[in-house]
């Protein structure tokens, strides 16, 4: 196994958006950035900018919807570089935004949850091992204030619930890992008084800005 002598984080949904400036401010904190995206022209392009800025970034094919699309891709990370410190988990969608409960399509929630949830979930049970190995990890689960207008998303809602279950199993583990979560967008002073753990994630968000520090 290779050795990288610099802390190495995983961002899904990293093309664009929030998920490549939070790909470039840790790139700025001397982080071996990977970007994590499942459109690879997309991909690759954020990739080269952030190269072009000087920053060590490289680009990992990634659904996270797929559990075979998470696998590989932890396992070339562990590869070219023996480690992972950081899991961004960002990646989401909100595809029902003008619809409410009365006439949102099932499937519209199913796959809200898959892409919300699930895939979450599944990139921190394969990331964790990875992290253990190396006695440190940090994983930040993001959701946005505009859930409140989705059905679907405010459904899958439950990553609140994944985080602090994924953070206990963490602690189990013996090793220095912490689980975070954040939130972005609008409303925060309604989102915060809302009862689905809204305000767990605003009062920790202070935690997630000095997540390459220590």
Known sequence: MPEHDKRVALVTGANRGIGYAISRRLGEQNITVVLGARDPHKGTEACSRLQGEGLDAHFELLDVIDEKSIKKAIENIRTHFGRLDILVNNAGIMIDGQEDVRNVNPETI?????TNVMGPLMLCQCCIPLMQAGDYGRIVNMASTRTIFSVANTISMDIILITKIVDSGFQKGGSHGKTLSTCYGIGN???CSRPHGGHHMC???KEYEGLGAG
Not at 110 to 114: A, D, E, L, V, W
């Open 189 to 191: 002073a309604y989102f």
């Open 203 to 205: 009062c920790r968000r």
């Open 110 to 114: 199913q796959k809200t949850i898959q």
